[in-house]
């Protein structure tokens, strides 16, 4: 009876044996397939709600804009902001008869829309990211003379 039933214990640890490499192997390669699907898998990029940290902020007296986008031009525009409007989104009539509009008051029949094609950028001068990031492309540009207020704080040459 020992020996038989040793010999039942021998057969049951190689069949055993066999379906413990066969799990393993089964292992193996779900772990590949599982890296193979994580690295080769498609990321998308999803904006986390809440605030997100301003790239650039612009301020003076009793105002401020924090903004998503690098301003190269950062002190001229925040000089202009300070004299043309305050910093307050406003809109009035110009020295010239003309609405102006928004902190940078950008004329929105000439200058505006004339900027809008040039720089291929369009939005409304009432917008302060807009008008700071237009005023920024136009400061860039060497268009800071388009400015009254430019040349009263000697930003022109």
């Known amino acids: 009876m020992p020996e038989n039933y040793l010999g039942k214990c021998v057969e ?7 379906a413990v490499d066969a799990r393993r192997t089964l292992l193996y390669v ?10 080769h898998r498609r990321v998308q990029v999803m904006s986390a709600p809440g ?29 202009l902001i300070q ?6 989104n406003i809109s009035r009539v110009d020295s010239n008869g003309q609405v102006s509009r928004g902190i940078l008051q950008f004329n929105g029949t000439s200058t505006w829309n004339e900027m809008e094609h040039r720089f291929d950028f ?3 001068p009432r917008n302060p990211t807009a008008a700071i990031h ?4 136009m400061i860039s ?9 430019a040349r009263s704080l000697g930003l022109t040459k």
């Open 30 to 39: 779900a772990i590949a397939l599982l890296v193979v699907v994580v690295v």
């Open 12 to 18: 049951l640890y190689r069949a055993f044996r066999g």
């Open 51 to 79: 605030r997100t940290m301003p790239v650039a902020e612009l301020s003076g007296k009793n105002w401020r804009y924090d903004l998503s986008f690098p301003v190269r031009n950062l002190s001229t525009v925040e000089q």
């Open 122 to 124: 369009y939005g409304d």
């Open 141 to 149: 540009d060497g268009l800071v003379g388009r400015w009254t207020c």
């Open 83 to 88: 004299c043309e409007s305050q910093g307050q």
């Open 134 to 137: 237009m005023a920024d492309m």
